[in-house]
């Protein structure tokens, strides 16, 4: 496969490099537009991300593999993050992620068969006064505890 970004993702990256004073500025942003497109982020992705914005590989790489918003592999329909810092920890998370381990029958960074679940657990998602707290894709659930959790799971279709 040669992962090429589409004309409007492209038009996109370049309206994003403008907000900043250097292509490497934009790189975050560039890596988020490419897992749109792409899913998730390869090596060929990569390296498309470092030809587009003129920087070196490395410069992505260390992006990607810094933040939990990136993923190197393909994830689930629903991504469901379970945050385990310290405030969610204190809160109940982990009672909350081995409900959703049980639950759905994955371990961190696993996908369901189906592709419907993938499960990781997280350091801090910044919600710390709403803890604890779990995502599903890019929706945001805060001051959970297993049982609303579970009814969360159970409205995704």
Known sequence: MCFKFTEENLSRIEAARKKYPTALAAVMDTIYIAQEQNGYISNEVMEEIANVLGIDKVNV???VTFYTMYHTKPMGKYHVQVCTNVSCMLCGAYEIFDGVKEKL???H???SPDSKFSLEEVECMGA???APMIAVNEDYFENLNKEKVFEILDSLK
């Open 61 to 63: 790489l260390s992006v």
């Open 105 to 107: 029958g994955l371990d």
């Open 109 to 111: 960074m696993q996908v």
């Open 128 to 130: 710390c006064g709403y």
